[in-house]
C-alpha cells in the first residue's frame, strides 16, 4: 500500500462514500472514518442518472460496487418533449437511473464490508482539525462546503446564483421515457423535467423563472400548496397522480467554481468543489468520477502533494467542459419564454442541442427519422444540410449560411490593400462561403487601429478594393463579398498584432479620439480626445464617404463595427462613455451617435444592398454592457433599417474575463434572435460544419461567421460539402477544382488476413 494511512472523509454522499470504499479497497490496512451528519436512511432528492463511461468506471475499479448497481438500473432511451399539445419523441440516448438512497444503501453496504468506519448523525470535527491528526481529508460535503467556506482564502470559490426556483419531487409512478413539459400559464412559462429511476417510481423536477414563481405565489415558508399546485399544471404528464415530497424546498441553483482544488492535506470533490446545472445530469456522475480519480492519483503518484496535483490535473479539464455544458443548458432553461413560439419540431431539437454537447450530427445517427423531420419542417431540401440552404438579405441572395468573419491582416501600406489580400479574399471566395467578410476598414488615417490596417478614405484604396470585388464575382460567381467599415478610436495607433497587440507604436503615433478620455490601459496606451461637436460630424462624413466609395466597388454587404472597443462600441459601452452631454448617460444616450452614423451610411448605402451591424453584446466586466441592453442595441439598429445583427462580445477594456468554450458567444446571438424575431450572424469559436448545422436548425442562428478555420482551411466550406456528401448548389466547386472535391486517397494500411495456421 502507498500514500496515506488515515483518512478522515467528510459528507456521505455518493463521491465521500466511493472515495472512502475505493481507498479502503487499495489499501485494506488504511484507517479510514467517513462523518455524515443525516441518519443513513436520509436523503434528497430520489434519482439519480449515471453514463455507460462512469459506469464502466466503477467496473473496473470496484466489481462489487458495479453488479449492486447494474441489478437496480432502470434503462430507457427516448426522450419526450411535449409542448403546446404537441409530443416529439427523440430515441437513442441510453439512460441509467436508480434511487439515490438504492444508491447510498449499495455504497453504505460496500464501506462498512470493506471496514470503514462510517459516523452517521455526526457532524465532522472542522477540517483544519482533521488535517492535523490525518494524512489525508477529503472534504465531500456538498454545495454548502463549511470546508470550503473555512478555507475560502486557498480554495478561492466563485459562487454564482442564477434566476430560476425548482423543486425536486417524485411521482409514484414509472414514466417511459425522460420527460420535458413546458407549460405556458398566466404566471409565465413553467418546465417539467422528469425521469423513471425504478419500476414504480419518477423524479421530477418543477423549474421556472424567480418572477414566475412569485407570480404563482410559490414564495411562501410551506411549499405543500405549490406543490400541489404543480400536481395540476402537469397533470397530463402525471396522469393526474399527485406528486410526493420529501422534506423538498424551492431552491435557486448555485454554479460552485474553485480556483484550487486542495490545500496542504486536505482535498474537494463533488459539489464541494464544482457544481453543473441538473438539466445535463451530472452531478453524481462528477462525484463519483472524482473519487475514481482520486484513488486512482493516490496509488499512482509518489507522494501526496504529487497526487492531489494529478488528480486536479487530470479532472480539471473534463469538469470545465461539463460545466460549460452545464451552463449552457441552465442558460437555456432560464430564457426558454423566448423560444415557446418556435415551430414544434425545431423547438424539440433546439433543447436536445442546448448544451452543445448533443449535436445535429449525432441526433441523426441516434434518431435519423426525427433529424430528418426537423430537417423537414425547417425548409431544408432533401439531402441538404442546413448550412447550404439559401438566406435572402434585401436584394442579395447567399447560397449558403457561412460567412468567412472579418479578420485584421495588418498587411497594408498606407491603408491601401495590396496583393496580399487579393489572394487572402479571394482564396476564401473561392472554397465555397456564402459570404467574405474584409477585416475591418478603416474610415481615416487616424481611423486605423495599426500603420497595417486597410482604409477605404482614398481614391487609391476604392480601387485596389474594387480589384479585389471584380476578382470575387468574376472566378467565383455566387460569392458575395462584404465591407466591414470601422475607426478604431482609443485602440488606434498600434503596433502590428504579432509585434504587440494593443501596445503603442515606438515612434509615429497619431492622436487618437473617442467617447470620452479614458485610454484602453491606463499607462499604457495614449489619452484619447473626447470627440466634441464638430469631431462627431466629421467622423461622420468619414463614414458616409467610405461607404459612397465602397458601393462604387461592388460590395454587396456593408457593416457597421460597433463592438470590440473600437469608436462606436466605445459610445455604447457605459465602462467607455462617461460622457455628460447628449450622447452619454441612459442607454438610449450612448445610442445616439452610432444611430447618427449609421443612418447617414445607410441613406447613401444602396437601398437593395443589405447593412449588418457588429456589436459586442456583454463587455465581460462588472458594470459595462449586458445581454439585456444587448437586446436593447440590436433593436434600436434594427429599428432604424439594419437587416442583421453580428453578435460577438467583449474586446471593450483589458480586464474583461470571458467565458471561453465552444460557440460560448452563441448564446447572446441566440437570445437577440429569438427575443426580436431579427436574422443574426453567431460568431465566437464555431470550429465544426456540425456546430453550424447544429446552430441554424436550432433557431439560435441565421448565418454562422468563422475565422480561425478559414485561416487553417481557406476551402473551408467545400471540404465540409464534401465531408457530409453534399454536391448541391449551396456548395459548388470551382470549375478548376472540380477534380479535387473527393478525398483524395491515402496508401493502403490493411493487411491480408491470415487464412491458415500451420502446426
Known sequence: ???????????????????????????????????????????????????????????????????????????????????????????????????????????????????????????????????????????????????????????RPRITGHRCRYIWLAADFALNAFRFEIAETGYGVMQLHAYPFSRHASTVIVEMREEVWRAAGFDVPDPAESIDQCAKVFANALGHRPLRSNNSAWLTFRTVVNEHWSHGNTVLIGDAAHTAHFSIGSGTKLAVEDALALAACIEEQPSLPAALAAYESERRPVVDSTQRAAAASLRWFEELGTYVDQPPRQFAFNLLTRSRRVTHDNLRLRDPAFTAGVEEEAGCPPGTPPMFTPLRLRGLELRNRVVVSPMDMYSATDGVPGDFHLVHLGARALGGAGLVMTEMVCVSPEGRITPGCTGLYTDEQAAVWTRVTDFVHTASPGTAIGVQLGHSGRKGSTKLMWEGIDQPLDHGNWPVTA????????????????????????????????????????????????????????????????????????????????????????ALWPDDRPMTVRISATDWAEGGTTAEDAVEIARAFVAHGADAIDVSTGQVVPDERPEYGRSYQTPYADRIRNTLCVPVIAVGAISSWDDVNSLLLAGRADLCALARPHLYDPHWTLHAAAEQGYTGPGAPWPLPYRAGSRTPPTGRTDAPKPRLTLG
Open 1 to 155: 500500500m502507498t500514500g496515506p494511512r488515515r483518512i478522515a472523509v467528510i459528507g456521505g454522499g455518493p463521491g465521500g462514500l466511493y472515495a472512502a470504499a475505493l481507498l479502503k479497497r487499495l489499501g485494506p490496512d488504511r484507517d479510514i472514518t467517513l462523518w455524515e451528519r443525516n441518519a443513513p436512511d436520509d436523503t434528497f432528492g430520489f434519482g439519480v442518472v449515471l453514463s455507460d463511461e462512469t459506469l464502466g468506471g466503477i467496473e473496473h475499479a470496484d466489481p462489487v460496487v458495479h453488479r449492486a448497481l447494474q441489478r437496480e438500473f432502470v434503462r430507457w432511451d427516448d426522450i419526450d418533449i411535449v409542448h403546446r399539445g404537441h409530443t416529439q419523441t427523440s430515441g437513442g440516448h441510453g439512460f441509467a437511473a436508480l434511487g439515490r438512497r438504492r444508491l447510498l444503501e449499495i455504497l453504505h453496504e460496500r464501506c462498512a464490508g470493506l471496514g470503514v468506519d462510517l459516523r452517521f448523525r455526526a457532524q465532522a470535527p472542522p477540517a483544519a482539525e482533521l488535517a492535523a491528526t490525518h494524512d489525508l481529508v477529503i472534504a465531500a460535503d456538498g454545495v454548502h462546503s463549511t470546508t470550503r467556506d473555512a478555507h475560502a482564502d486557498s480554495f
Open 515 to 602: 467617447a470620452s478620455p479614458l485610454p484602453y490601459a491606463p499607462g499604457v496606451n495614449q489619452v484619447p480626445h473626447a470627440l466634441d461637436r464638430a469631431g462627431l460630424d466629421e467622423v461622420r462624413e468619414q463614414f458616409a464617404a467610405a461607404a459612397r466609395r465602397a458601393a462604387a466597388c461592388g460590395f454587396d454587404l456593408l457593416e457597421l463595427h460597433c463592438a470590440h472597443g473600437y469608436l462606436l462600441s466605445g459610445f455604447l459601452s457605459p465602462l467607455t462613455n462617461r460622457r455628460t452631454d447628449a450622447y452619454g448617460g441612459p442607454l438610449a444616450h450612448r445610442l445616439r451617435f452610432p444611430l447618427e452614423v449609421f443612418d447617414e451610411v445607410r
